[in-house]
């Protein structure tokens, strides 16, 4: 996985971090959880490696903004290094927050992505099972067209494969996975190993939990597309449309001239708001 928001390429970044590794060590201790993100994120660092990275790439990003500035305020013949002492400063604030809360957005993602075809995935394991397979064999059968809930079944089936008992891969499996629905259908399968029940039954119950939960999720998203696509209209075409109306006849009133950049601005805006808008609807839709 690569580090974001670094000048720095990763095979260079990671052992010139290790000469900040104590700092490292101090800044993961302000972020108790970085350990569960990163190992979701499916990062193959420890938080204190991973915090010290971010400190090289933060310090690093800074210096070399603010050589640059001051480069470009010696060619200009203008003193900014106040400016460019500042800027430095935002940046590496920047650069070091933006790495440390990357894994949760990166986990975040997997989740949806695990999500979209769970239901699925769980439901062949279902069907497998009543046709008599085995529990191994059942999760091996998703081990593929599912996406990335197969490969979260197929880091299981690959554990067992290597030797590891089930119960012990299914809980390594639901401490990193992101996905809460995956978490609650392992736990379930693994219950049921523990306590010698129907695995099918178990899984059948907790499949008709995720249909439910998908359905009103579902119906909470159609339920607040109509408050969005109100605020949709009177942002990007109402106000637009009679703002620009209102300005130019309030212009022939008083005889100003408009500024020209004032509709290429209004343009750049509202091409801005559609870029948000389009975001903000793409990332509250429910996996389906």
Known sequence: MMIPFSLLPEKVLYPTSKYFI?????????????????????????????????????????????????????LI???????????????SIFTLLSILSYPIIVSMRRARQIDVNLINAVRQVV??????????????????????????????????????????????ASASTPSNGMKRVLWQISNALKVGSDISTALEAQLD????ERLEQIRRYGQELSPWT????????IFPSLGVTTLIVLS????????????????????????????????????I
Not at 139 to 150: C, P
Not at 209 to 212: A, C, F, K, R, V
Not at 230 to 237: E, F, G, N, P
Request: hydrophobic content about 55%.
């Open 22 to 74: 104590a700092l490292g060590r101090f800044l993961s201790s302000f972020f108790p959880l970085l350990g569960i993100w990163l190992k979701q994120a499916e990062y193959n660092y420890s938080p204190r490696e991973y915090s010290a990275m971010a400190f090289t790439a933060a310090l690093f990003n800074s210096l070399f903004l603010f050589v640059l500035l001051s480069l470009i305020g010696y």
């Open 77 to 91: 013949q203008r003193d900014l290094i106040i400016l460019s002492i500042a800027i430095a400063c935002f940046m």
């Open 127 to 172: 069907i497998e099972l009543h046709s008599g397979v085995t529990l191994f064999s059942a999760m091996k059968s998703v081990t593929i067209d599912y996406g990335e809930a197969s490969r979260e079944f197929k880091k299981i089936t690959d554990q067992v494969e290597s030797g590891i008992a089930e119960a012990d891969a299914l809980a390594d």
């Open 209 to 212: 939990d995720l249909t439910s």
């Open 230 to 237: 109100m605020m949709y209209m009177l942002v990007a075409i």
């Open 252 to 287: 022939t009133f008083i005889h100003a001239a408009i500024p020209v950049i004032i509709f290429p601005a209004i343009l750049f805006v509202m091409l801005l708001f559609q870029l948000f808008f389009i975001n903000l609807v793409g990332t509250r839709r429910p996996a």
